[in-house]
């Protein structure tokens, strides 16, 4: 059985930059642990699997440890796929997943997503999370993930996080983030409970960050950046209980994956 594969650099304006995922075009569903089994080969942050399906694919996300409910920058890639791979003549691409439906819609080189926004809950700071961080933050937010605030760029930059102390807090990942230099926030994310210790730029984690930000800066739209070592730009709006995420996508590698027949 032979699969076609795609390595897709998301958030990103050329190659080697933004968030590789790997996308999976696919007929029909095979058996769940094939489906981790090839992403645990990829050793991806992402890979992406899609079928045709009645409102348009039905779309899943897997790390290398275990399959996730919602991936920004698989989801960018998976767009960039139909539209630029696959043929996909309509303005817009329509995904069911386990958090609804995601609509895409091309908007010149801009690839835009609406999501649902996850806006998070003031809360005590836990002391696992400043341990692992290495300093204190200002304040930190429940959501999804714990989101730690912090005074500048320079302080999201200088961070070495302990990786161990940080995977065992009881959330998903940490999102470290403060007001940017040169846009309206950055921030980094961590996620090494599900094989992510991190990723480069994550769509997901804007859905908590944007109504964060939207609050303390008085403006709907912002521009952000996460400043891993590949790095990546990310356009956010707030519209009442969606956040729409913009960006760009480029094909790094197209491959085929041979499955044996006994699999």
Known sequence: MILRQFQIDAFATRAFEGNPAAVCPLERWLPDDLLQAIAEENNLSETAF???SGKGFALRWFTPVSEVDLCGHATLASAHVLFEHLGHAKPEITF???????VVERDGVQLVMDFPACPPRRCAIPDMLTEGLGRRPVEVLAGDDYL????????????????ALLSRLDLRGVCITAPGDSVDFVSRFFAPKYGIPEDPVTGSAHCELTPYWVEKLGRNSLDARQISRRGGDIGCELRGDRVRLSGQAVS???AEIDIPVQL
Do not use: K, Q
Not at 96 to 102: N, V
Not at 149 to 157: G, Q, T, Y
């Open 96 to 102: 069911e997943t386990r958090s609804g439906d995601l």
């Open 252 to 254: 790094f590698m197209t």
């Open 50 to 52: 899609f079928v045709p």
């Open 148 to 163: 730690a605030v912090f005074e500048s760029e320079a302080d999201i930059r200088a961070i070495v996080p302990n990786h």
